[in-house]
């Protein structure tokens, strides 16, 4: 595979800079930076990443090719060297953020699907679902569900364990699901 001439500078510039050319050095740096920023902010673009982050990106693979100047292979262009430290810092980057990707809603809010619309249940619905329940499977239900009370709560007042109330509650939403589903709406 044939080198660009910029590569081929990159690479004299990095095997003098090994030989202790510190000019060389610096003149390698220099050029390779607006490289890996280019790359940088392509990559954070496309992962949806702040442009903020950009500048960050470039100065750690900076320091990483400062600090691990001694693991390239000068047989090899440096190109490619560089490329794979400058994509394990952007994978750095963003294990720290913990993949959280921000991208603006007006960007993408054409490609939303809409959202769909649950019908409104009214209070007379709910009154006819629950008087379907057993009895204790609607004592539970209001006391969760509609008064607001806790699972530890309820099972404390109906004198029942928390596990209990927690089986019983599970079962009577089932029942209501399946009672709505059934045709309490189709009044």
Sequence with gaps: ??????????????????????????????????????????RCRGFGMPESEVEDIVQEVLLTIHLKRGTWDD????????????????????????????????????????????????????????????????????SISINGNSIRETAGRLEMTEVAVRVTLHRALKALGALYRGGVRED
């Design 75 to 142: 047989a090899r262009p440096v190109g490619p060297w560089v490329s794979a430290i400058t994509r394990n810092k952007l994978i750095d980057v963003l294990r720290r953020r913990g993949r959280h990707i921000s991208v603006p809603i007006d960007d993408i809010i054409e490609t939303l699907p809409a959202q769909e619309q649950t019908p409104e249940i009214s209070d007379r619905d709910i009154g006819k679902l629950l008087g379907q329940l057993k009895t204790q499977q609607r004592e539970i239900v209001q």
């Design 1 to 42: 595979m044939k080198m660009s001439s910029q590569e081929e500078n990159w690479s004299m510039w990095m095997r003098a800079a090994m030989g202790g050319d510190a000019a060389a050095y610096q003149r390698f740096l220099t050029s390779i930076a607006p490289h890996i920023r280019a790359v940088a902010r392509s």
